[in-house]
């Protein structure tokens, strides 16, 4: 099999001739040729200039080869679209005026993402070409309710205090403002495969960070909405939200094809929790990178022999970390190979 019919029958819970690997943020700041290329320019730069952002994109392939490329963006540049600035500077994105009322979210706006967003795009088409069958082409979004913490807060947050503030004391607002963003990232999220991608992950990454009710009211029916479109396109839809032990039967509602795991559970226990019906993504945790080549592949092969054969995608429980070593990122993309081999 060949990178993109491996990871498609993976997503598909179809049998493979290996596990299929890749690594969330895999193009990115631990790599030397990427550091390079970002000494030359700033990151919203890289973001959107179609010949960089392929270049990034492709140089884990060069370098490991992965099974699935993940094209080089940012969620933050969707609610930038919107009409909502955002800065990068060191501790993440900033957003100089949080949406905090009905007034500024009625300000947002939800265009067309082809015309909003065309150097994504344009990434999109041109990875495709150069990476023929080589690997899987993955794209992303940044799931509702992720979009909406950064809007409310005005950046990363610890507590998210400000947007759990606004759900409980002003839910039609919280709600206005995720149906506007799910609105808009659903269109996003469906336009990507028919411009290249083979796949659509969603980043609902604090979405753990809400109890279970909540996470039933605030997340749970824009995920399902953002799904629907990836799928409503003809492609897999892989969903992420870290931390998510608690909330695995609400995860399988979305119809989320592939469940990316954090290493907080055991995949075993995850496959006893939800049975077959849902492939899985996961789980080393990224701080196994910075170790030894030997740690990272035991790591490796736990989790595959926890997730089993079919229907899984081995990769990390969040994304890669910029000070992992170069010699443990080959020992985890070699892991299911070496294993086949033995």
């Given at each position: 099999?060949?990178?993109?019919?491996?990871?498609?029958?993976?997503?598909?819970?179809?049998?493979?001739?290996?596990?299929?690997?890749?690594?969330?943020?895999?193009?990115?700041?631990?790599?030397?040729?990427?550091?390079a290329v970002r000494a030359r320019v700033d990151f919203l730069t890289l973001c959107k200039s179609p010949d960089l952002a392929t270049e990034v994109s492709l140089q884990p392939i060069e370098r490991f080869g992965m099974d699935a490329c993940v094209i080089f963006s940012d969620i933050m540049v969707a609610v930038?679209?919107?009409?909502?600035?955002?800065?990068?500077?060191?501790?993440?994105?900033?957003?100089?005026?949080?949406?905090?009322?009905?007034?500024?979210?009625?300000?947002?706006?939800?265009?067309?993402?082809?015309?909003?967003?065309?150097?994504?795009?344009?990434?999109?088409?041109?990875?495709?070409?150069?990476?023929?069958?080589?690997?899987?082409?993955?794209?992303?979004?940044?799931?509702?309710?992720?979009?909406?913490?950064?809007?409310?807060?005005?950046?990363s947050s610890r507590t998210f205090a400000e947007i759990k503030e606004l759900m409980c004391s002003e839910p039609a607002v919280a709600h206005a403002l995720l149906r506007k963003l799910a609105d808009f990232v659903a269109r996003y999220a469906g336009a990507q495969p028919k411009e290249g991608a083979h796949a659509?992950?969603?980043?609902?990454?604090?979405?753990?960070?809400?109890?279970?009710?909540?996470?039933?009211?605030?997340?749970?029916?824009?995920?399902?909405?953002?799904?629907?479109?990836?799928?409503?396109?003809?492609?897999?839809?892989?969903?992420?939200?870290?931390?998510?032990?608690?909330?695995?039967?609400?995860?399988?509602?979305?119809?989320?094809?592939?469940?990316?795991?954090?290493?907080?559970?055991?995949?075993?226990?995850?496959?006893?929790?939800?049975?077959?019906?849902?492939?899985?993504?996961?789980?080393?945790?990224?701080?196994?990178?910075?170790?030894?080549?030997?740690?990272?592949?035991?790591?490796?092969?736990?989790?595959?022999?926890?997730?089993?054969?079919?229907?899984?995608?081995?990769?990390?429980?969040?994304?890669?970390?910029?000070?992992?070593?170069?010699?443990?990122?080959?020992?985890?993309?070699?892991?299911?190979?070496?294993?086949?081999?033995?």
């Amino acid at each position: 099999m060949n990178g993109p019919e491996r990871f498609l029958a993976a997503c598909a819970r179809r049998p493979v001739d290996r596990t299929p690997v890749w690594m969330m943020r895999q193009a990115g700041r631990y790599l030397p040729e990427y550091q390079a290329v970002r000494a030359r320019v700033d990151f919203l730069t890289l973001c959107k200039s179609p010949d960089l952002a392929t270049e990034v994109s492709l140089q884990p392939i060069e370098r490991f080869g992965m099974d699935a490329c993940v094209i080089f963006s940012d969620i933050m540049v969707a609610v930038e679209a919107m009409g909502a600035p955002v800065t990068f500077a060191t501790g993440g994105p900033h957003v100089a005026a949080p949406v905090r009322t009905l007034e500024a979210v009625e300000r947002l706006h939800v265009p067309d993402p082809i015309e909003a967003l065309p150097f994504v795009f344009e990434a999109l088409r041109r990875t495709r070409e150069e990476l023929r069958d080589r690997a899987a082409l993955v794209g992303f979004v940044g799931g509702p309710f992720t979009l909406a913490s950064y809007l409310v807060e005005g950046g990363s947050s610890r507590t998210f205090a400000e947007i759990k503030e606004l759900m409980c004391s002003e839910p039609a607002v919280a709600h206005a403002l995720l149906r506007k963003l799910a609105d808009f990232v659903a269109r996003y999220a469906g336009a990507q495969p028919k411009e290249g991608a083979h796949a659509v992950q969603v980043f609902d990454t604090w979405a753990g960070e809400l109890s279970p009710s909540m996470y039933e009211e605030f997340a749970l029916p824009y995920q399902r909405k953002v799904i629907a479109a990836i799928q409503g396109a003809g492609a897999p839809a892989i969903l992420y939200v870290n931390g998510c032990a608690g909330k695995l039967k609400m995860l399988a509602q979305t119809g989320a094809d592939v469940l990316s795991v954090d290493w907080r559970l055991d995949l075993d226990a995850v496959r006893a929790a939800l049975g077959a019906g849902i492939a899985l993504q996961g789980n080393v945790d990224p701080c196994v990178l910075l170790s030894t080549p030997a740690a990272v592949t035991t790591a490796a092969r736990a989790a595959m022999a926890a997730a089993g054969p079919v229907g899984h995608i081995l990769n990390l429980g969040h994304g890669v970390l910029p000070t992992t070593r170069l010699e443990c990122a080959r020992a985890f993309v070699d892991a299911p190979k070496a294993a086949v081999a033995t």
